[in-house]
């Protein structure tokens, strides 16, 4: 099927033009978004507070030909972006802008897919494409910056060091899924798996959903008589790698229960089940430190969702262990690191 013109051949004035249809109407005519009433409310914004965040997707790093088309690259891209506008205690997006990096021979049509999935992503949550930058490089990238609220019942801001010794952690959904698609995707030497199993598991690498559902149930399951304190942050880097982020960002040690790893069913009896639930990456949940009571009633209210253990007071172990004196928790030699 013939995939159109490439970069090079279109020129950064009709590129920039087709990428314009993604976005609302004169929202890439200008030098810069303007966010008015439209997007932030008919008060301009009110008390509201925008929240924004940048991430960045590699080719060859984050995704490759081989484990993903351009439909699932955009909406990973908006995906891991929101995800982490949820992890704030946004309840929804405003929007995003895009940077585009890619050689010239791009075909349009890989171009276009990614914008489609990126805006498919985007119309589940009411945010919309606000702008964005391209231009030619010796990889494809794309840099997304998204604006998010909070506000319209939540209770405040959700930061990582907020958490206390004896808050409980709280994960809401299962890990390990994503990896194993990922396992799939690259052809890893893997037992026979049900056609299902396989579909799941590719499914939750390529189109993971940022879990603004979350944020709803745990602001609707607080107690009256608690104050909003809330620690968290996504799984995107693995769950182990959250919990950490939490434990030394509020001086704490997260303990972990070994019989509460939030496993996915679908690795049952797999040598890596436990390694890819703790470090596997990329099944953008959210990990929480709640006071006791909210943890249970956010536990309860939220399908999926469980306790996983505790912060504690500082231990010579490091900012995660094992609970029951069961020792650190260090990541395999393989698990993925930035800039490695």
């Known amino acids: 099927m013939p995939e159109g013109p490439t970069l090079a051949e279109l020129g950064e004035t009709e590129l920039i033009r087709r990428l314009g249809a993604f976005a609302p109407r004169g929202q890439f005519g200008d030098d810069a978004a303007l966010l008015g ?125 907020d958490g206390q010794p004896g808050d409980q952690l709280v994960c809401t959904g299962v890990h390990g899924l994503s990896r194993l698609g990922l396992a799939l995707l690259r052809g890893e030497p893997l037992p026979d798996l049900a056609p299902d199993v396989r579909e799941r598991a590719i499914r939750a690498h390529r189109r993971p959903v940022p879990r603004f559902d979350a944020v709803a149930a745990l602001g609707s399951s607080r107690p009256e008589a608690l104050p909003w304190r809330v ?50 990456g990329e099944d953008f ?25 505790a912060l504690e007071a500082p231990r010579v172990a490091g900012p995660l262990a094992w609970s029951n004196r069961g020792g650190a928790i260090t990541p395999p030699s393989a698990s993925f690191q930035h800039f490695s």
């Open 231 to 280: 620690a968290g942050c996504d799984s995107s880097d693995g769950l182990a790698a959250a919990a950490t982020c939490l434990a030394v960002a509020s001086g704490c040690t997260a303990l972990i229960k070994r019989e509460a790893l939030p496993l996915a069913e679908e690795l049952e009896g797999l040598a890596a089940a436990k390694d890819w639930c703790l470090w596997g």
């Open 285 to 309: 949940e959210l990990v929480l430190a709640l006071e006791p009571a909210w943890a249970t009633a956010l536990a309860d209210k939220l399908p999926g969702s469980r306790c996983i253990g």
């Open 37 to 161: 009433p439209a997007l932030l409310g008919p008060n301009g914004g009110g008390d509201l507070q925008l929240v924004v965040n940048t991430d960045v997707l590699v080719e060859d790093v984050h995704f490759s030909a081989t484990t993903m088309g351009a439909r699932d690259v955009g909406w990973r891209a908006a995906a891991a972006n929101l995800s982490d506008l949820a992890a704030m205690g946004c309840l929804d997006a405003v929007g995003l802008t895009v940077g585009l990096v890619a050689p010239g021979h791009t075909p349009w049509a890989w171009v276009e897919g990614a914008y489609a999935g990126l805006t498919e992503l985007l119309g589940t949550h009411g945010g919309v494409l606000l702008g964005g930058d391209c231009s030619g490089g010796r990889q494809r990238l794309l840099a997304v910056t998204a604006l998010g609220r909070l506000g319209h019942g939540c209770g405040g801001p959700i930061r990582r060091g």
